[in-house]
């Protein structure tokens, strides 16, 4: 491992890091694993017209997005998407209750302009990549859009966001693979670490020849002298995955890894590195944010993946969970943290920060009960009962929704590449 006095550059890095990380891990254990309370219930009979209204939207997506995909035609993707953007809007109002300001707001962030925008340059970068890595990628300039707005700067695509969130499909997936040897890893993970600090590295193959490619694109928005803290967050990123590579061994007990502490370490330093590419410097409490922020969407990560990652004899606290417990009031803790974390927007200064909190907070609540719908097999029937009530629709109908979406072989991604 290449420490920070042989890299030379903001040497407080690692010192900052373990300081961010101890600090969250006593905010997880204040958290309360009792069933939370997320709103307003939903009567079945309040259900059903809701669950008819969403299902005819999302039918209708589906025909457009099939119909543009088999023959695409000019004007065809405005047109889709106006149509698309009303329509979700009334969806918004009339099966999740959100308000009219909420929504004015959220038009009012831009982040779907970003979004389309990302889709259409990541095409132009690789026209060989998937629709299903343009959403992966989409969804950290989301994160790093959402920084912009909080810390006051413009929403757009900088070169550094770009290039930052391409990374996801190449190195992040690379690291991730459980299919690759171990030692190819290794090897890989002492190059990337070698171009970062700035030597001359010749790629292995054409995956490196787009990373260090990607790296070269965030050089020409930040001069490395003038922006240390960008370069040692990159570093820092990069040795929380290669820390985290450690995870990845079958059968091992709670006790012979720091499963918590090492997954909020990736997570939140991989979005503190979204603040320091998206501002170049940052204060002590857009530092705090921005690294609870990334520990707590590594939380909802791992609970989406909690049957991959069993599969695959990754460790993760709700897969090491998940092999003796029901993940219930893991889940409940999980929600409990994220308030706690999404609190602090409260605290920024820009309008409709208080309406991006409220937004952001309903969509998590959503995103952890769907999950959890999912993946039944990992809860008890009371506590999916218990959280069902919460949503505006029932669980086995977002499952036959998700079902109907795969079938059709289509994606978020694809959505994304059609409304560019």
Do not use: C
């Not at 990302?118 to 990549?129: G, K, Q, T």
């Not at 097999?377 to 929704?401: A, G, I």
């Amino acid at each position: 491992m290449i420490s920070n006095s042989e890299v030379g550059l903001a040497p407080g890095m690692a010192e900052l890091v373990a300081g961010l990380v101890r600090s969250h891990l006593e905010l997880w254990w204040q958290g309360s694993p009792d069933a939370p309370r997320l709103g307003r219930r939903y009567s079945l009979r309040e259900k059903l017209p809701r669950e008819r209204r969403l299902e005819a939207f999302l039918d209708s997506a589906i025909a457009d997005l099939r119909s543009y995909a088999a023959h695409p035609q000019d004007g065809q993707s405005s047109q889709i998407q106006q149509r698309l953007l009303a329509q979700g809007r009334e969806i918004g109002v009339s099966v999740f209750d959100l308000e009219p300001r909420q929504l004015d707001a959220l038009e009012s962030f831009r982040f779907g302009e970003a979004a389309g925008e990302f889709a259409r340059m990541a095409r132009r970068y690789d026209p060989a990549i998937s629709g299903e890595d343009i959403y992966q990628a989409s969804r950290n300039v989301m994160t790093m859009n959402i920084l912009q707005y909080l810390f006051g700067l413009k929403v757009e695509i900088t070169p550094s966001i770009f290039a930052y969130s391409m990374l996801y499909p190449y190195s992040d997936n690379y690291l991730d693979d459980p299919d690759l040897f171990r030692q190819d890893k290794l090897a890989f993970s002492q190059r990337f670490a070698s171009r970062l600090i700035n030597q001359t590295v010749v790629p292995a193959n054409p995956t490196e020849e787009k990373i260090f490619e990607l790296v070269r694109m965030v050089e020409g928005q930040y001069a490395r002298e003038k922006f240390p803290w960008v370069y040692a967050s990159l570093l820092a990123i990069h040795a929380a995955q290669s820390r985290s590579m450690g995870l990845m061994r079958r059968g091992a007990t709670p006790f012979e890894a720091d499963v918590l502490g090492m997954s909020f370490e990736k997570g939140g330093v991989s979005v503190l590195a979204d603040g320091y590419l998206v501002a170049g410097d940052l204060t002590p409490a857009q530092r705090e944010f921005a690294f609870g922020y990334g520990a707590f969407t590594q939380l909802l990560d791992d609970q989406e993946d909690v049957e991959m990652d069993l599969s695959a004899g990754l460790m993760s606290l709700y897969s090491q969970t998940a092999q003796g417990w029901p993940l219930d009031r893991l889940a409940n803790l999980t929600m409990s943290f994220g308030r706690r974390i999404l609190a602090q927007i409260d605290s920024f200064t820009v309008p409709g920060a208080h309406d991006l909190r409220e937004i952001l907070e309903r969509s998590v609540n959503l995103v952890v009960v769907a999950t959890a719908g999912r993946f039944k097999r990992f809860y008890s029937r009371p506590y999916l009962r218990e959280m069902e009530s919460y949503l505006p629709v029932r669980l086995s109908f977002l499952d036959r929704q998700g079902k109907k979406w795969e079938r059709r072989k289509l994606s978020l991604g694809t959505l994304l590449e059609v409304l560019a």
